[in-house]
């Protein structure tokens, strides 16, 4: 078991540092709270846990399925674009007066996970082969799997959360402006990606 908690580990570690659109969006929201990315993982969690169960029962290929993917990517394409443009049209009162983004945390980790076709076709493929290495373990197994990787999300986005937080401030406000104009356009062009993408599969 203990290799497989490890090989767990640096998996979810490759993965979970890895810049994407949720990292670009725990970086906006940790301006207002250093628990931004606490409360991100945590909606990370509600859409991953229950994907890696069914995954488990055997519903990888449900995810492989190119209409399914083509409405996710579209979806979850327009949805992180909108999130891209509210970043850039918001970034000087988030910068200068302290305003928030309109989206928690929270709805963001849920929304980056469960409108990311990457990430689901990531856990339908490669990640159901970590799966399956577990399922000689049962469901102690699985949950072991779940807890573990969880983990590893939680600690390095608080830390990201909690750094930021707490280091903005001694950054021009300008060069802050510069940097949300990056992510935002990130953002934007991780929507576009997807939707790109998912209009291919046709």
Not at 69 to 76: E, F, K, R
Not at 100 to 110: H, Q, T
Not at 137 to 154: A, E, K, M, N, Y
Request: net charge positive; charged share 10%; proline share 4%.
């Amino acid at each position: 078991m203990w290799p497989l908690i490890a090989l767990t580990i640096g998996i979810s570690i490759s993965g979970v540092i890895a810049p994407g659109p949720m990292l670009a969006v725990v970086l906006a929201k940790s301006y207002q709270s250093p628990w931004a990315g606490a409360l991100m993982s945590l909606g990370h969690a509600v859409i991953e846990a229950p994907l890696i169960i069914l995954i488990y029962l055997g519903f990888a290929r449900f995810f492989e399925n190119n209409s399914v993917q083509l409405v996710i990517a579209i979806i979850g394409g327009g949805m992180i674009l909108w999130m891209g443009i509210s970043m850039f049209l918001d970034r000087r009162k988030i910068v200068r007066q302290g305003k928030d983004l309109p989206y928690s945390a929270f709805v963001a980790g849920i929304t980056m996970s469960a409108l990311n076709p990457f990430f689901l076709l990531w856990w339908a493929t490669a990640g159901s082969l970590l799966v399956m290495k577990f399922l000689d373990f049962g469901v102690r197994g699985l949950l072991i799997l779940i807890v573990v990787h969880w983990i590893c999300d939680l600690v390095w986005l608080s830390l990201v959360s909690q750094l930021i937080y707490r280091t903005h401030r001694f950054i021009s406000p300008r060069f802050q402006e510069w940097l949300f104009v990056a992510m935002a356009f990130f953002l934007a062009g991780f929507g576009v990606f997807y939707i790109v993408s998912g209009i291919k599969m046709i």
